[in-house]
C-alpha cells in the first residue's frame, strides 16, 4: 500500500475517534474521572499519591479545582463512586483540591503527556484536551500498524486489520483513559512483526529491503515499549505476540532476527528496562496500600463471561454493562468467524494450528488470570482488557489468506456488502449510546458544555470513514496489479 492507502485508512479511523468523540459526553467515558485527575495530579508535580480516602474510592490526589467542579455532575450518576470521588476532600493554599482517584497508583507516563497537553486548560476543556492527546496518541500506533501491513502484497492483512479494531477497540483509544493506547500498540506490535516476519531468507536481499526490515523492528520496538508500560498485563501480551508470531513464521523470523542483530539487541534491551521501571514503579517504593481496597468484582466465576467477555470486546460503551447495538455483534461476529474459517480452509497444517492456538489462548487468558486473581479482587475482567493479544488471531487469519497465491485478491462483492454492514452497526451503536444518555442520564441531558450531535452528522463522520477504508483496500489492489517489477524482487515486502 502506498503513502496515499495508508492516508486514507488513517483518515478513516481519525473520522471515528471524531465520531465516538462528540458522541460520549465529558467525563463518561469509562472510568475517565479517576484518570482524568489523575493526569491533571501527575503534570502539577502529584506522582505519588496520598492516603487511601475516607469515604469515596481510591487515593487521594490533589488536582484543580476546576476540574472536580466540572465532574462532579457525571460522577454524581455513577453509583460506584463515593463522596470523595465527586467532591473535595480539602483545599490547599493555592486553590487545588484533594480528590479520590482509584486510578492514582498507576505508572505515571501516560498520564503525564496527557496531563501536560491539559495545563493550559480548565474544567471541561481540559478533559477534552486528555481526550484529544491520547487519541493522537493512539493514531500514531494505529497508523503505524497500517503502514506495516500496507508493505504485504495483498488486501487481507489490512482488511484484517481493519476488522480486528472493533468498535470497542476505536472507542477506547477517545477516552482519557490508557486503555486505547495499549490496544493500539499491541495492534501496531502484531502488525509489525508479522511484516517483518515475511522478509525472505537470501543472501542477495537489496538494501532497501534491509532497510525495510529495519523501520520494521523499530514499530515493533516502540510498541513493546509502550505495551510494556502501561498496565500490568503489558509484558504478558509482548510475550505471547512474539511467540505467536515466531510460531507461525519461526525460519523467516530468526532470518529477519540475524539479518538486524544489533537493532534487535538494542530493542531488546529498551524493552527490558522500560518493564524493568514499570515494575520498579508497580511493586517498588511508590507502591500503593491496597488493604482498604476491598473486592471489585463478584466473589465467583459465572461460565457466562465466556459468552459476555467475547462480546464485550466487540462492543460495551460508555461503560462494559452497556452494550452496543444488537446488528453490531452478529456483523462484526459473522465476519470474524467467517475470515478464520476461510483461513483455515486456506492454510497449511502448521498455519492452522498456529491461527486455533492464538485463538484458543485469547479465550484462556481470562479465564486463567481471573481465577488466580478471584480471592484477592473477585472477577474484574472486562472484555475489553484482552484485545491487545486478541485482536492477532484475526491479523494471523489475514496473514495465511495473503500468502495463498491463489486466493489472495480479496473480492469486492464481498468487501463491499462487509463495509456496509460495518458502517451501518457503526452508526447503530453511536445511535444507541446517544439516546441512552439523552434519555437516562440527566448530567448528560443538562450539560451545557456538550451538544447532542445529530444522526446525520453521525452518519456522514461514518460514512466518509467507511469510504476510505474502501478506497485504501482498492488502490492496494491496484498497486498490486501494477507493480510486478517491484514485487518479484520481494514478493511480500513492498516499498513504500
Known amino acids: 500500500?502506498?503513502?496515499?492507502?495508508?492516508?486514507?485508512?488513517?483518515?478513516?479511523?481519525?473520522?471515528?475517534?471524531?465520531?465516538?468523540?462528540?458522541?460520549i459526553p465529558p467525563f463518561r467515558g469509562i472510568d475517565e474521572i479517576?484518570?482524568?485527575?489523575?493526569?491533571?495530579?501527575v503534570a502539577h508535580g502529584d506522582w505519588v499519591a496520598g492516603e487511601w480516602a475516607p469515604d469515596g474510592r481510591g487515593w487521594l490526589v490533589e488536582v484543580p479545582a476546576s476540574l472536580v467542579a466540572a465532574a462532579e455532575p457525571q460522577c454524581r450518576e455513577l453509583k460506584y463512586y463515593g463522596p470523595?470521588?465527586?467532591?473535595?476532600?480539602?483545599?490547599?493554599?493555592?486553590?487545588?483540591?484533594?480528590?479520590?482517584?482509584?486510578?492514582?497508583?498507576?505508572?505515571?507516563?501516560?498520564?503525564?503527556v496527557i496531563g501536560t497537553a491539559a495545563r493550559p486548560f480548565d474544567g471541561t476543556a481540559a478533559l477534552y484536551a486528555m481526550r484529544i492527546a491520547a487519541a493522537l496518541m493512539c493514531l500514531l500506533f494505529l497508523g503505524l500498524a497500517v503502514w506495516a501491513t500496507g508493505r504485504l502484497s495483498t488486501r487481507w492483512p489490512t482488511a484484517a486489520l481493519l476488522l480486528a479494531a472493533s468498535p470497542?477497540?476505536?472507542?477506547?483509544?477517545?477516552?482519557?483513559?490508557?486503555?486505547?493506547?495499549?490496544?493500539?500498540?499491541?495492534?501496531?506490535?502484531?502488525?509489525?512483526?508479522l511484516a517483518f516476519a515475511q522478509a525472505p531468507d537470501r543472501a542477495d536481499r537489496v538494501a532497501e529491503?534491509?532497510?525495510?526490515?529495519?523501520?520494521?523492528?523499530?514499530?515493533?520496538?516502540?510498541?513493546?515499549?509502550?505495551?510494556?508500560?502501561?498496565?500490568?498485563l503489558g509484558p504478558l501480551f509482548i510475550v505471547l505476540i512474539v511467540a505467536s508470531v515466531a510460531a507461525l513464521q519461526w525460519r523467516p523470523f530468526w532470518a529477519a532476527?540475524?539479518?538486524?542483530?544489533?537493532?534487535?539487541?538494542?530493542?531488546?534491551?529498551?524493552?527490558?528496562?522500560?518493564?524493568?521501571?514499570?515494575?520498579?514503579?508497580?511493586?517498588?517504593?511508590?507502591?500503593?496500600?491496597?488493604?482498604?481496597?476491598?473486592?471489585?468484582?463478584?466473589?465467583?466465576?459465572?461460565?457466562?463471561?465466556?459468552?459476555l467477555w467475547p462480546l464485550q470486546s466487540i462492543a460495551a460503551f460508555p461503560y462494559r454493562d452497556q452494550m452496543g447495538?444488537?446488528?453490531?455483534?452478529?456483523?462484526?461476529?459473522?465476519?470474524?468467524?467467517?475470515?478464520?474459517?476461510?483461513?483455515?480452509?486456506?492454510?497449511t497444517r502448521h498455519e492452522g494450528l498456529v491461527l486455533l492456538a492464538s485463538l484458543l489462548t485469547a479465550l484462556a487468558v481470562p479465564v486463567v488470570l481471573s481465577l488466580l486473581t478471584l480471592k484477592s479482587t473477585g472477577v474484574i475482567w472486562q472484555g475489553r482488557y484482552g484485545l491487545p493479544y486478541a485482536v492477532g488471531f484475526v491479523?494471523?487469519?489475514?496473514?495465511?489468506?495473503?500468502?495463498?497465491?491463489?486466493?489472495?485478491?480479496?473480492?469486492?462483492?464481498?468487501?463491499?456488502?462487509?463495509?456496509?454492514?460495518?458502517?451501518?452497526?457503526?452508526?447503530?451503536?453511536?445511535?444507541?449510546?446517544?439516546?441512552?444518555?439523552?434519555?437516562?442520564?440527566?448530567?448528560?441531558?443538562?450539560?451545557?458544555?456538550?451538544?447532542?450531535?445529530?444522526?446525520?452528522?453521525?452518519?456522514?463522520?461514518?460514512?466518509?470513514?467507511?469510504?476510505?477504508?474502501?478506497?485504501?483496500?482498492?488502490?492496494?489492489?491496484?498497486?498490486?496489479?501494477?507493480?510486478?517489477?517491484?514485487?518479484?524482487?520481494?514478493?511480500?515486502?513492498?516499498?513504500?
Request: glycine share 8%.
Open 209 to 232: 529491503d534491509q532497510a525495510a526490515e529495519r523501520r520494521l523492528l523499530g514499530v515493533a520496538i516502540a510498541s513493546a515499549v509502550v505495551l510494556g508500560t502501561l498496565r500490568l
Open 395 to 496: 491479523l494471523l487469519g489475514g496473514v495465511i489468506m495473503g500468502r495463498r497465491p491463489s486466493r489472495a485478491t480479496l473480492p469486492w462483492s464481498l468487501t463491499v456488502p462487509a463495509l456496509l454492514a460495518y458502517a451501518v452497526a457503526i452508526v447503530a451503536c453511536l445511535l444507541k449510546v446517544l439516546d441512552a444518555e439523552m434519555r437516562d442520564n440527566a448530567a448528560s441531558a443538562a450539560d451545557p458544555v456538550w451538544q447532542e450531535p445529530g444522526a446525520v452528522l453521525l452518519s456522514a463522520l461514518v460514512a466518509l470513514a467507511v469510504a476510505c477504508f474502501a478506497a485504501a483496500l482498492s488502490g492496494q489492489a491496484r498497486d498490486r496489479a501494477d507493480g510486478p517489477a517491484e514485487t518479484a524482487t520481494h514478493p511480500h515486502l513492498r516499498n513504500v
Open 257 to 307: 532476527i540475524r539479518q538486524t542483530l544489533g537493532l534487535f539487541c538494542v530493542g531488546a534491551a529498551l524493552v527490558g528496562a522500560s518493564v524493568a521501571a514499570f515494575a520498579w514503579w508497580t511493586f517498588g517504593p511508590y507502591v500503593l496500600d491496597t488493604s482498604e481496597a476491598g473486592r471489585e468484582g463478584p466473589d465467583t466465576f459465572d461460565l457466562g463471561n465466556l459468552a
Open 34 to 41: 479517576d484518570h482524568a485527575y489523575r493526569a491533571a495530579a
Open 84 to 112: 470523595d470521588n465527586c467532591e473535595a476532600v480539602a483545599t490547599s493554599a493555592d486553590g487545588d483540591v484533594l480528590i479520590a482517584s482509584s486510578a492514582a497508583g498507576y505508572h505515571p507516563a501516560f498520564y503525564w
Open 325 to 347: 447495538s444488537l446488528i453490531v455483534y452478529p456483523v462484526v461476529g459473522a465476519l470474524v468467524i467467517a475470515l478464520v474459517i476461510v483461513a483455515l480452509r486456506a492454510g
Open 168 to 193: 470497542v477497540l476505536v472507542y477506547s483509544t477517545t477516552v482519557a483513559a490508557p486503555n486505547g493506547l495499549e490496544m493500539s500498540a499491541g495492534l501496531s506490535l502484531w502488525c509489525s512483526l
Open 1 to 23: 500500500m502506498g503513502r496515499r492507502g495508508v492516508a486514507l485508512v488513517i483518515s478513516g479511523f481519525l473520522l471515528l475517534q471524531v465520531a465516538w468523540m462528540i458522541t
